[in-house]
């Protein structure tokens, strides 16, 4: 067995581990929001004709999502579902999923803003710590790796016997960290801010760009769904390389190269 | 299969703790007023600070949402509206020079300002419409403000069915903002009752529970302590934040 190499400052494993608090609080607490008003429309003001989902339950025990305006039941999963009381209720998503659990607009506005504010602060603080002692550069997606994408991908499926040649992180992972990192974590951030009467009227090009107040909505839902299949993908690939090999690199930063081949997650 | 097993127990695992955790520790741990740090921060960072967009004719909801609580049903209210209005007087009281109580024709004479503007509701729905009325600044200007007063009260027709009336409050610095209106037209006729007759606030850079209906008396204060529960507003008392610009 090779050493153990000390993967994870603390900066990095403290990072982390707050934003994995901050992810399940917020994305909670959003559906909690989403609930006072479940629809989501491409447009500025609210416009049914430019309805892209709506949640609801048309009567009492049924409830039904209509995406692009093709209807669909979903009784039990989302419109009629549990109202975190221990009863039944018309709410679009179920009360095991929101915090609090039952329908309540005041302080789910309340964790969303402050773990908003948690998982910002962090972002900032990891961005300037990283930056300052180079994890950063060597995590970012250049140019030159687009090529070693694809053989990368290739390997995974199995077509190509080795892996392209790498330093810490493989293409694949500085594609997924760069996109998730630089690109949708600012703009579900920018997106919500956009929600906002105060910023808009600070910054009235910021909800211009994303089509207007209730696009912004539209936008900061689509961003969380990414967000979760990033989580998704993530929790997958650190069960099947080496899931306490992971873990312990992660909360203690150091990893063992030698009990398990392939890449990291 | 049983990798697949394991990742799909420990996300759905994680998942379905998180509701019973959060609502556990708000309940009964007291974890709220940690929760609550996050406004003072949001009214530093965002504040009250340029215009909201305004609209044009063509971009108004012609049936404008209703929300809130229900129009007044009183005797009072009732009788207001049968007279057109003509008893009602806008009150502007507490922490002034001069004590007002303008008629709805004296508020009609001071000059107009129309706004097409988006009311965005803490539900998350927005409409658009076009309001006119007067300048909040311009009547709170006619009152006069005493040095040490910081906050405008308002204070509404309309109350709960337990009875607790509503109310509203900016603070000075909100209140001089030039789309602050009290609004005597919506979509180019008087209020109807339903949408806060005779007169509503607007204020456009904040949530729309900011912009109380039914107003009937400004009371300038220096604290909003002594008002309902002490937070500064019917839906403030109920836990949502005094600062409603996000």
Same mark, same amino acid.
């Given at each position: ?265 | ?116 503007? &988006?009311?965005?509701? +803490?539900?998350?729905?927005? *409409? %658009? #419409?076009?309001? /006119? $009325?007067?300048?909040?600044? =311009? ?77 009937? &008396?400004?009371?300038? +204060?220096?604290?909003?302590? *002594? %008002? #309902?529960?002490? /937070? $500064?507003?019917?839906?403030? =008392? ?9």
């Amino acid at each position: 067995m090779r050493p153990a190499v000390h993967r994870y400052s603390l900066a990095t494993r403290l990072a982390h581990w707050v934003w994995v608090l901050a992810f399940f609080a917020l994305v909670s607490s959003g559906l909690q929001i989403f609930n006072a008003s479940p629809q989501l429309d491409a447009s500025d003001k609210s416009d049914p004709a430019r309805r892209v989902l709506s949640v609801d339950s048309p009567q009492d025990g049924k409830g039904t999502t209509t995406i692009f305006g093709r209807t669909i039941g979903t009784t039990g999963w989302l419109g009629w579902t549990d109202d975190g009381m221990g009863g039944k209720g018309a709410r679009a998503f179920p009360g095991w999923i929101t915090i609090p659990a039952y329908q309540d607009l005041a302080s789910g506005r309340r964790w969303h803003l402050f773990f908003g504010w948690v998982a910002s602060i962090c972002w900032v603080a990891w961005l300037i710590s990283a930056a300052l002692k180079g994890t950063l550069q060597k995590m970012l997606l250049r140019p030159r790796d687009l090529r070693d994408c694809l053989a990368m991908q290739s390997y995974y499926l199995k077509l190509r016997k080795t892996p392209p040649p790498y330093d810490t992180y493989n293409p694949l992972q500085k594609a997924a960290y760069t996109a998730i990192g630089l690109v949708i974590a600012p703009l579900v951030v920018l997106t919500g801010l956009a929600l906002s009467p105060g910023i808009d009227a600070m910054a009235q090009p910021l909800t211009a760009l994303f089509g207007g107040r209730q696009f912004a909505r539209l936008w900061h839902f689509a961003g969380m769904l990414l967000l979760i299949g990033f989580f998704c993908i993530h929790i997958f690939q650190v069960a099947t390389q080496g899931f306490f090999n992971q873990m312990r690199s992660m909360i203690t930063g150091w990893y063992r190269p030698g009990e398990h081949e392939g890449g990291t997650a | 299969m049983k990798r697949r097993l394991f990742v799909a127990s420990s996300i759905s695992a994680a998942l379905a703790a998180c509701s019973p955790i959060g609502t556990t520790l708000q309940d009964h741990f007291g974890f709220g007023g940690v929760l609550k740090s996050a406004e003072s921060l949001d009214h530093l960072v965002i504040g009250t600070r340029g215009m909201a967009k305004e609209y044009r004719d063509a971009d108004v909801d012609a049936q404008f949402r209703v929300n809130g609580l229900d129009t007044p049903g009183d005797a009072t209210y009732a009788s207001y509206v049968s007279q057109g209005f003509r008893p009602y007087r806008l009150v502007v009281d507490g922490d002034v020079d001069r004590k007002l109580a303008l008629s709805l024709p004296q508020l009609q004479k001071m000059m107009q300002q129309t706004q097409i503007t &988006r009311h965005d509701c +803490v539900e998350g729905w927005s *409409a %658009i #419409g076009k309001w /006119q $009325g007067v300048r909040l600044a =311009d009547a709170l200007a006619l009152a006069r403000p005493k040095t040490g007063a910081r906050y405008v009260v308002f204070h509404c027709m309309d109350m709960d069915p337990d009875g607790n009336p509503y109310y509203e409050s900016l603070d000075l610095h909100q209140a001089a903002h030039p789309q602050a209106l009290l609004a005597l037209r919506l979509n180019g006729k008087p209020l109807d009752p339903d949408h806060g007759a005779p007169v509503r606030l607007r204020v456009p850079t904040q949530l729309g529970y900011k912009s109380a209906k039914w107003v009937r &008396r400004i009371e300038v +204060v220096s604290t909003f302590a *002594a %008002i #309902g529960q002490g /937070q $500064g507003g019917y839906w403030e =008392d109920q836990g949502y934040e005094w600062y409603a610009g996000i």
